[in-house]
């Protein structure tokens, strides 16, 4: 067992692959046990097994193995990627398990193979089985079968798919092995338990014994239908739903279950298709052609053998249909004709929906034929037929129907009906809509008056089925005038008749119509029936008698049937089988006088006929009165309108009377029950007043009135016939007026257009004026709701009247129908919607089927067809006019055209492409004239002309497309998508056909609601063309691929891709997710309103709600249904328009309606998702130098996911206007949808750039009006602009600063101005430099004035990459050709110097002497005006400022940005607010001298002392009312400078350096202070490198020498020492922010220097200094930069040999040991950061060094615990980063056996093991303050000690306290006993009596603190900064610098340098400088600098409005805003770099 130790260490993944069975199985045991328990199904963890998996099951050790098949099983189980392994895991069950001798493992096996199927790997799985079924070895081909069978039972039909399966088992049953045979049958018996007889054609050749025990066995099956027990992941909805019936006991959710759980399979879905055409004998043709009739049966015999075969092959059997056609048609041998059916039969049943496209010719032949009596011969015609039925649709065939339904012959009108009822039962509601019904129910009622018995019943037995199918809704209105006798005796028919679909649709329906509630009439759909239901409902009194059996359907148009039962129904008798209680039974005169005295006053009826007027008028109105109080129950209408036409009756001649008279009659029609009889009696009187000037007004009145009382079809009708009846044309002009205003109250639904059409053609040609125009005005109503068709009518017009009709209808051209308004109120209530749905689609259809239309089948000759198929192509183009003419001359033509059809397709192919165009013209002209009818042409030359899309050349393939859209708008999608021949014309591999068909399917889908399920057959096709090597194909593939997705559903796509290769299929899912996101809502249904709007929704406010909400609801893809989506979808809710053209909607009255709701929808992770789409490539990148189309629609699919859809409709719309008012409504909601903006920004940003592109002024002003609105909201939210956003918008930004416009241009800079605020200025300036190589003159000036302003307002930091560099690039514009540019660049250029003073001339390097004299010039004259040119400045430019809170904490985090560049934003924006003074006046007071320190002309001052007073600003001053001191400059002489010595660097180096560790202090500052000179430059300091060593060592050994000897030296002034500390500490400093050079520094040179560094922190003497705490703070402060900048390996190496010297060393302080410790937990917290820059070898050779020196035992006998406490959280840490692998880093140790260490690091290794590797939190590198760290207990107590020792100093009690405070404020429940234990009780109290005391002065002043934000800053981001322990930069876990007062040290530090003293009465104490602003008394340098930072200060108090004491704002204030190292150290630097300049000319 010696190895095994070896293997025991071993992480899992490794021991399950090691070459030991043991170390496996133990491997495989972990395994599962780890794979049971992660229970996060998408760990990382589950990754690293993915390649493992398959070695799981094919172990070759039996043992091992089944381990293995356990955990692969616990592993497919849980985890989310296990899908990927199915192949391969599948296929090693099937070869290396199922041959297994051990039950278990094939239990395993089979257990794995469902488990996979679970997890939706079904086909994968499968595949692998049927593979297994080839193999060699029996055992193996039993299991896959057993698991066949197995997977079958638990999951079902729907999920294993069994074509593939059926297909081997006769294979099977032939096996020689017995047990393959046995098992075969199980499965097959358990195929039959699912699919039932299906099974029985597939299975019937094998071997009859074992069919017959099949038979056997099938009997015992239990005639239960089967249910899937076990469910997909993906089906869980189900399987809870399974899982309660089986809990209620299936008590009654049985049945409906049934339905979904079983798929009917289809036995021919089942079986292999045969290819005849090849077999049919040779002579075929000829034969079939013979005069003996026995050849032609010969020839028919072969053809009925072949055709026995079940499934056929689809090929093109147009010539074999055309003969058998024949031969039933014309064939004079009655058996030949019978036998040519049955081939008919035959071929239909084999093709299927492939023989669709020949049903057409057939159909009506064989219904011609049925005249033949024989009745073998009639049933062969009847299987003829009633197979060919099946191919095709009912809708395609009706014509052919009807046609032969008016047969002379009875026997013909017998079959065919038998054939509808036969056809009827294969339908469902769906399928047999109303359209259908009506003409056929019109055709069969003629049917059941027919003479002959047999036809009568055939009627009755087809009208009793298309009952009992569609309901007696539907069927009810077109049998409303069939008497009572034959309408039982239908309904006796429905009663017997049974359904193909089962009882369900039908019955349900018919359930409801049964029994009608409280005496109301069956609701009843269309608007008509609606309005009388509810009428019939509501109508007591006389009304009663009138009928209620049952109403007619909506008044539908030309039926010439007059209501049954009532008495005239108008003159016409036009209106269709009317709703009966609108009609009553006339009165007699007598009746009438009867029932209106008993509601009139006496008086009343007495002077209705007097001889004066007077008294006529008083009668009327006394009439009008009692009108008025009438109740509508008592009012007998009929009477009261009988009284008022009694004599003088209309005849009145006083107008007075008359006008009265008109008024009442529109009373009595509004308040009564007024029915079609009483409008009878007064509708003649109105149309004789209309055109009255007096009364037409009133007699308009009436006549609305009495519409909305008996509909408006039925009263306009009257109306005009009235009107053309007589003679007036002022009546009849002023009807027509009233007509068209009436249509536009009241819609247009149930108008008859024809009526109306004759009577308007009659206005036309009247001679009157006056009537022309009204009947034109009418027309122009009418064509709004008509549309074009409505022209047809009057193609033959006048020339000028039609010119005339066409400019009426160009003015209605664009403008949607009105919502009616009238006849709505009655009929709201029920109705059923499909009926209506009807009505909407039928209008414009109806119009055209009222057109006449030209029979022209007898021109289409014998002769035209065979001159069209000529071989020479002129006579070919001959035959192709005439019949161009053909159609010209008849106009409008019925559907039969003979044998055009398959004349003009062989056309379609013509080698002679001139034709080719001239057939597609023809087509063309086809579809036009022959209407919707030309649907049935769709499959035999619609598909062929598809199929001209793949010409190669581009003209003809234009007009083919012209052509399928022409006859689409006709015949509307459905006919074009059923059946596979869009598929099939995919599946070429013509890369234009693919390319235009999906263009033209992307283009047409989105409009449609439904699709036929075929349209899934066009998958596959699809995806094939994603990965076609044409990028077109591939891209239109992709356009196409969101509609397939929203009518079919992403899991049926996703599942489609099952049968792709698998990188194919990644691709695929991949592509189809996109998708998912794009996909668009699919259009909601038509709104239903009482009026039909053609090309327009009906009005939103009628909308259903649930229309929308089911919708949006239906829509399975959603993954979210949005209600938004929907509302949009609904809005634009594609209205079948007129001819079935899908019209897009044009916004309607109600716009607002739709536009309620969110512009921009928030999409989840959007943003993040768009921008990793771009990095991965997956999309284009925006970078463009015009946008392309390919950008355009990109940007439009990413947009549609989250901006409204009407929104995005105006933004990419083509005109300009629409821009305009999206970028008003955008304005409009930036404030209300802040976060919808925000997460749409990247968009929102990315079309703008496009608006940049265009031309129109307008749009571009309103675009930049928007975008400041946009920026300043965005800089308020304190969002940061992504890189992704910035860089594909700010280019395009620039461009537009060149814009000629002055106004353009200032609001670009404006908008540039306010982007610094939500973008890092630098990184502007990289962009605005490229916008300076524009070739625009005026955009390069205006860029470089920009760059001049940034340089300006930020410092030299924004000048990328290098000061040096940029500077030079802009420089080289002063040589620009253009004046304006070269001034640009001149100004810049000046404001850069009067920044940056001479340095400018070394940054700008070589110019040519004439520019360079330029400059100088320019230089010059600015410096004349000197200190006014900033404050000119800052006025200028007020809008570069902008308040932003500085409440740290709020920040909201831009995506990718760190906090570090927040802060730098923060600290700019300080900057800036001094810039500018009339922003807070409050705060800081316009004293432009105060801030604006003219550092320049301290510069160029050699050394006089101006001392000018600046005003001062109004504090409370007093505090420093103490005299100040000027301090004296020390002038100094200047050594020779580093220029002079530029010739031989190096050896000047080294001499500088030499001096340094010289034993003069002057000598020693003077190199120092030439090498930070050298440093500072980013240009020279590379001169150091090589050289770092050599001055670390120099620099530590005057460190030395100072600490032994210059302080010991009673005579030397101290504050020489101090200065030359300052010198070496700020040169060192220099020298490691350099990072390059830092690195540089050996590990033996830095152990030293920090020895020197912590030596001199610990030095009592310095403290004692007057400036020692300042330099013991910069100590510390350099400290924590070598940690960071240097060497990570070195400084690390060093620390730890420091540590070991330091604690073997007795004399050595503990103190010492302590700070270096601290120093390696601080690069402890950095190791995350920096583990991967480490040599990890090293570091460990020197722990396992130290471990040696150091056993553990022995550092456990140290005094304090603090150096194994180190050592262990450095091992931890390492091993928690680097995991398993820090074993492999001991190389370096000899004897790592002996090694303490790796049996330490194992054992930490096992410890995190057990924690199943949980990271722990990295909270070092969260930034976190260190209070907040969550520190293990070792940490909180170093964190207390340090308090306790702050509390315990005499300085720091105060600050220690606070701290305690905060702590335990924090951590409520630490615990701070054994601290206080140990001291005195003095202590103790005071310790509680100092909390207490902060906690009432914190809850006094936190109140007001608490409001401005502070509290959180002291919880969250303060570090409090202390004053002068180690232990506030080292101990300071933020990794980042202390603020501002590190610097305030730095410049002391500087001052000596200058030689300015630094005497403690020269100004306040410390920290009143850091609270209070400190006022210089006078303008000395240093004072000035002294106020610029105390100014930063204040800026950032004021903000905080701190009013603590000074300590506290010390402590709270200032350390808190902790910059990051990179901008603290850059905005000093500024500062440090113009106090260099001083210090120079200072010396």
């Known amino acids: 067992m010696g190895d095994d130790s070896e293997w025991m260490k071993l992480p899992i993944d490794q021991k399950c692959e090691h070459k030991l069975w043991k170390a496996r199985l133990n491997g495989y045991e972990e395994a599962l046990k780890l794979f049971q328990k992660i229970d996060d199904e998408k760990s990382p963890e589950w990754s690293k097994y993915l390649g493992l998996i398959k070695k799981f099951v094919t172990d070759s050790n039996a043992v091992a193995q089944l381990k293995g098949l356990e955990a692969a ?30 039950a278990r493992a094939k239990e395993l096996g089979l257990d794995i193979c469902l488990m996979y199927i679970e997890i939706e790997k079904g086909e994968a799985v499968q595949e692998e089985l049927l593979k297994g079924l080839d193999n060699k070895n029996p055992k193996i081909i039993v299991a896959c079968i057993e698991t066949l069978r197995k997977a079958l039972s638990e999951f079902g039909s729907k999920i294993i798919s069994l074509k593939p399966i059926i297909k081997v088992l006769p294979k099977l049953f032939e096996s020689r092995e017995k047990a393959v045979r046995d098992e075969a049958k199980l499965l097959a018996v358990e195929i039959y338990r699912w699919i039932r007889d299906a099974l029985r054609p597939p299975l019937q050749n094998i071997n009859s014994v074992q069919l017959k025990e099949l038979e056997e066995e099938w009997v015992k099956v239990s005639s239960a239908a089967p249910k899937q027990t076990r469910f997909l992941r993906s089906q869980q909805e189900l399987k809870a739903k399974f899982e309660q019936q089986q809990a209620a006991g299936d008590a009654d959710g049985g049945d409906d279950d049934e339905e979904e759980a079983v798929p009917q399979v289809d036995a021919y879905e089942l079986l292999e298709a045969v290819e005849i055409l090849s077999k049919l004998p040779k002579d075929f043709y000829e034969k079939i052609e013979a005069k003996k009739w026995q050849e032609r049966k010969e020839a028919l015999e072969a053809v009925e053998l072949l055709v026995k075969n079940p499934k056929l092959e689809a090929g093109d059997y147009a010539d074999l249909v055309k003969v058998l056609k024949k031969v039933v048609g014309k064939d004079t041998n009655v058996m030949l004709v019978a036998l040519a059916a049955k081939c008919l039969a035959g071929l239909a049943a084999g093709l299927r929906k492939k023989f669709g496209q020949y049903a057409g010719h057939v159909v009506p032949t064989i219904l011609e034929k049925f005249k033949e009596k024989k009745p073998q011969v009639v049933q062969a015609l009847q299987e003829a037929i009633d197979a060919i039925f099946l191919t095709t649709t009912l809708q395609n065939i009706s014509e052919d129907v009807l046609a032969v339904m008016d047969n002379k012959n009875p026997t013909i009108k017998q079959q065919t009906s038998l054939f509808i009822a036969r056809s009827f039962r294969h339908c469902t509601p769906a399928t047999l809509p109303k359209s259908l019904l009506k003409p056929l129910c019109a055709a069969l009622l003629k049917h059941i008056n027919d003479s002959a018995p047999e036809v009568r019943d055939a009627g009755f037995e087809a009208l009793g089925t298309a009952l009992k199918v569609a309901g007696e809704k539907a069927v009810n209105p077109f049998l409303a005038d069939v008497d009572k006798l034959k309408l039982d005796r239908i309904k006796e028919c429905a009663e017997k008749v049974e359904l193909v679909y089962g009882k369900k649709t039908g019955g349900a329906a018919e359930k409801k119509e049964g029994k009608p509630t409280s005496g109301k009439t069956p609701a009843l759909s269309g608007t008509g029936g609606d309005k009388e239901t509810k009428d019939a409902a509501t109508k007591p009194g006389p009304l009663k008698k009138a009928p209620t059996v049952k109403s007619g359907g909506p008044p539908k148009k030309g039926k010439p049937a007059v209501a049954a039962g009532v008495g005239g129904a108008g003159p016409k008798g036009k ?54 109080l009438m109740e509508r129950s008592e009012m007998p209408c009929q009477a009261l309108v009988r009284m008022l036409a009694k004599k003088p009756g209309w005849k009145e001649t006083n107008f007075q009377v008359m006008q009265m008279k008109l008024h009442i009659v529109a009373l009595i029609a509004q308040k009564g029950n007024f029915s079609k009889t009483s409008a009878q009696v007064v509708l003649d009187g109105l149309v004789d007043k209309v055109g009255d000037v007096k009364c037409g007004s009133n007699a308009k009145e009436a006549m609305t ?26 009546n009849q002009s002023e009807t027509l007026n009233w007509l068209s205003n009436a249509i536009k109250e009241f819609g247009f639904s149930g108008l008859n257009v024809k009526a109306f059409i004759s009577n308007v053609k009659t206005a036309l040609a009247a001679t009157n004026p006056a009537v022309r125009t009204s009947a034109i005005t009418l027309l122009g109503v009418m064509y709004l709701y ?150 049935q042409h769709v499959k035999n030359l619609g598909i062929p002309v598809i199929t001209v899309l793949g010409d190669s050349k581009n003209n003809v393939r234009a007009a083919a497309l012209a052509t399928v859209n022409a006859w689409a708008e006709q015949t509307g999608m459905k006919e074009w998508l059923e059946g596979e021949d869009l598929s099939e014309e995919l599946k070429k591999e013509n890369p234009f056909l693919r390319q235009e068909l999906l263009g033209w399917l992307a283009e047409k889908l989105p409009a449609l609601r439904s699709v036929p399920s075929d349209l899934l057959l066009c998958v596959p096709h699809l995806y094939s063309c994603l990965e076609d090597r044409n990028g077109d194909v591939r891209k239109k593939a992709q356009d196409a691929l969101p509609f397939f997705m929203m009518h079919l559903g992403f899991e049926k796509m996703a599942k489609a891709t099952g049968k792709l290769k698998p990188t194919s299929k990644d691709q695929v899912l991949a592509m189809l997710e996109k998708a998912k996101a794009n996909m668009p809502a699919k259009p909601a249904p038509p709104a239903k309103a009482s009026s039909r709007v053609v090309g327009g929704a009906a009005p939103a406010k009628f909308q259903p709600a649930s229309a929308l909400a089911e919708d949006s609801g239906s829509n399975t893809m959603e993954s979210k249904p949005d209600p938004k989506k929907a509302k949009a979808g609904g ?37 993040e998702q768009r921008m990793k789409d771009e990095k991965g490539l997956k999309v284009l990148k925006w970078n463009f130098t015009t946008p392309r189309d390919e950008y355009i629609e990109q940007l439009k699919t990413q947009m549609s996911s989250c901006v409204a859809k009407w929104l995005q409709d105006e933004m990419f719309h083509a005109d300009f206007q629409h821009h305009n008012k999206a970028l008003a409504v955008m304005i409009e909601h930036l404030e209300s949808e802040k976060d919808g903006v925000i997460s749409c920004l990247d968009l929102i940003l990315k079309w703008l750039t496009l608006r940049f592109f265009d031309t129109n002024t307008s749009v571009l002003m309103k675009a930049l009006e928007y975008l400041k609105l946009l920026f300043n909201l965005l800089s308020q939210e304190e969002y940061h602009l992504t890189e992704n956003e910035a860089s594909s918008f700010i280019p395009y930004l620039i461009l537009k600063v060149g814009e000629p416009k002055d106004v353009i241009r200032k609001d670009v800079r404006a908008i540039l101005n306010r982007m610094c605020l939500i973008y890092p200025a630098s990184k502007m300036f990289t962009f605005i430099m490229e916008g300076t190589k524009s070739k625009n003159s005026k955009q390069r000036a205006e860029c470089l004035e920009e760059l001049g302003c940034l340089v300006e307002s930020y410092g030299m930091n924004v000048c990328q990459p290098t000061p040096g560099k940029a500077l030079k690039e802009m420089a080289t514009h002063i040589g620009d050709r ?97 810039r500018n003074m009339g922003s807070h006046s409050e705060t800081v007071h316009t004293v432009p001298r105060e801030f604006q320190l003219d550092l320049d002309e301290i510069e160029n001052d050699n050394g006089t002392v101006r001392c000018e007073m600046p005003a001062l600003v109004q504090h409370k001053l007093d505090d420093i009312f103490e005299p100040v001191l000027i301090p004296e400059p020390k002038i100094r002489a200047v050594s020779p400078h580093f220029d002079d010595m530029h010739s031989n660097t190096a050896s000047t180096i080294n001499f500088v350096i030499s001096q340094v560790a010289s034993g003069d202090i002057n000598t020693s500052i003077q190199a ?23 001055f670390l060592i120099a620099t530590f050994m005057q460190l030395r020498l100072i600490y032994n000897t210059h302080m010991a030296d009673e005579k030397l002034d101290k504050d020489e020492i101090v200065k030359l500390y300052s010198c070496i500490i700020g040169s060192m400093i220099s020298l490691f922010q350099i990072e390059s050079l830092a690195r540089e520094a050996s590990t033996g040179v830095l152990k030293d220097l920090m020895h020197g560094l912590i030596t001199l922190m610990l030095d009592s003497r310095v403290e004692d200094l007057e400036e020692g705490e300042q330099v013991i703070r910069s100590v510390n402060l350099l400290v924590v930069k070598v940690l960071e900048k240097s060497d990570q390996t070195n400084i690390l190496s060093a620390l730890l040999v420091l540590l070991q010297d330091s604690l073997l060393a007795t004399a050595s302080s503990p103190k010492f040991s302590e700070l270096i410790m601290k120093c390696l937990w601080r690069m402890v917290r950095l190791l995350p950061e920096t583990i991967n820059s480490i040599n990890l070898d090293r570091i460990l050779l020197d722990i396992h060094v130290f471990m040696k020196v150091f056993p553990k035992e022995k550092l456990k006998q140290c005094k304090s615990e603090f150096p194994i406490r180190t050592l262990k959280t450095l091992l931890h840490t390492l091993c928690k980063l680097k995991g398993p692998k820090i074993l492999d880093h001991l190389t370096m140790i000899d004897n790592k056996n002996e090694s303490e260490l790796e049996a330490y690091l194992c054992r930490v290794m096992k410890h995190s093991m057990d924690q199943t590797g949980s990271k722990a939190d990295k909270d070092t590198e969260k930034g976190a303050s260190r209070i907040e760290e969550k520190a293990s207990k070792a940490k909180v107590n170093d964190i207390l000690a340090e308090i306790f020792k702050k509390i315990g100093s005499k300085e720091n009690t105060k600050e220690g306290l606070a701290e305690l405070y905060e702590y335990k404020k924090k951590y409520s429940d630490a615990d701070i006993e054994p601290f206080l234990k140990n001291s005195s009780q003095f202590f103790q109290s005071y310790v509680e009596r100092g909390l207490r005391l902060i906690e009432t002065e914190r809850e ?20 409090p900064a202390s004053t002068h322990t180690v232990t506030s930069s080292i101990g300071n876990t933020n990794g980042e610098e202390v603020g501002p007062s590190v610097y305030l040290e730095r410049l002391k530090i500087l001052r000596q340098r200058c030689g300015l003293d630094n005497a403690k009465e020269d100004r306040p104490p410390l920290t009143s400088l850091l609270s209070k602003p400190a006022v210089p008394a006078v303008a000395s340098s240093t004072d000035m600098l002294h106020s610029k930072l105390s100014q930063l200060r204040e800026s950032r108090e004021q903000y905080q409005h701190l009013d603590l004491d000074s300590n506290q704002t010390h402590s709270s204030g200032i350390g808190n805003t902790l910059a990051s190292p990179s901008s603290a150290a850059a905005n000093i630097d500024d500062l440090k770099k113009r106090l260099e300049r001083i210090k120079s000319s200072r010396k």
């Open 1131 to 1167: 809005a634009s809710s594609k209205a079948k328009g007129v001819q079935g053209k899908k019209v897009l909607s044009k916004p309607n009255l109600k716009e607002d309606d739709d536009k309620s709701g969110p512009i921009f929808i928030i999409v989840p992770n959007g943003k």
């Open 786 to 935: 008509v549309g074009p068709p409505l022209r047809m009518f009057f193609e033959d017009e006048k020339p000028a009247l039609l010119s005339q009709i066409d400019a009426e209808f160009e003015k209605m051209q664009g403008q949607t129908a009105p919502a009616p308004t009238r006849g709505i109120s009655r009929h709201s209530g029920g109705g059923g919607d499909d009926g209506e749905e009807e009505e909407q689609e039928d209008i414009g259809n109806d119009v055209v089927d009222l057109l006449p239309r030209t029979d022209i089948g007898d021109k289409i000759t014998a002769e035209l067809v065979s001159k069209i198929g000529d071989k020479n192509w002129k006579i070919r183009k001959e035959g192709l006019d005439e019949v161009t003419s053909i159609i010209n001359d008849a106009k409008f033509i019925q559907p039969n055209i003979g044998e055009l059809p398959a004349a003009l397709k062989s056309r379609l192919n013509d080698s002679n492409k001139i034709l080719v165009q001239q057939t597609l013209s023809i087509l063309q002209q086809l579809a036009t004239a022959m209407g919707p009818n030309i649907k």
């Open 575 to 628: 209106k269709g089988p009317e709703t009966k209680e609108i009609f009553e039974s006339e009165l007699s005169i007598e009746a009438c006088e009867e029932k209106a005295a008993a509601v009139l006053p006496a008086s009343c009826i007495q002077q209705l006929d007097s001889g004066n007027w007077k008294e006529r008028l008083a009668c009327m109105e006394e009439f009008q009165k009692a009108v008025e």
């Open 1568 to 1590: 120092l202070a030439q090498i930070d000179e050298v440093l500072r430059q980013e240009d020279k300091a590379e001169a150091m490198s090589g050289h770092i060593d050599q």
């Open 1900 to 1919: 006094g002043k936190g109140r007001i603190a608490a409001s401005t934000g502070i509290s959180s800053q002291m919880e969250g981001t303060c570090v």
């Open 1378 to 1474: 253009d004046n304006t540019v070269r001034n640009a660049a001149l100004n810049t250029i000046v404001t850069v110097y009067n920044v940056h003073g001479d340095q400018v001339f070394k940054l700008i390097g070589n110019l040519s002497e004439k520019d360079m004299s330029m400059l100088e010039e320019r230089i010059k004259r600015s410096a004349k005006r000197p200190s006014a040119a900033p404050v000119r400045q800052v006025e200028e430019k007020p809008q570069r400022t902008q308040n932003v809170s500085a409440n740290a904490s709020m920040l909201r985090k831009g995506p990718a940005e760190d906090m570090s560049s927040k802060l730098k934003i923060m600290y700019r924006t300080y900057r800036i607010q001094n």
């Open 73 to 102: 099983l616990a592993y497919v189980e849980n985890a989310h990627v296990a899908g990927k392994t199915t192949g391969e895991v599948a296929s090693g069950v099937v070869n290396k398990v199922f041959n297994q001798p051990k």
């Open 705 to 730: 009135a009495i519409a909305e009382a008996c509909q408006l079809p039925w009263t306009a009708e009257q109306l005009v016939a009235m009107a053309f009846s007589q003679k007036n044309p002022k």
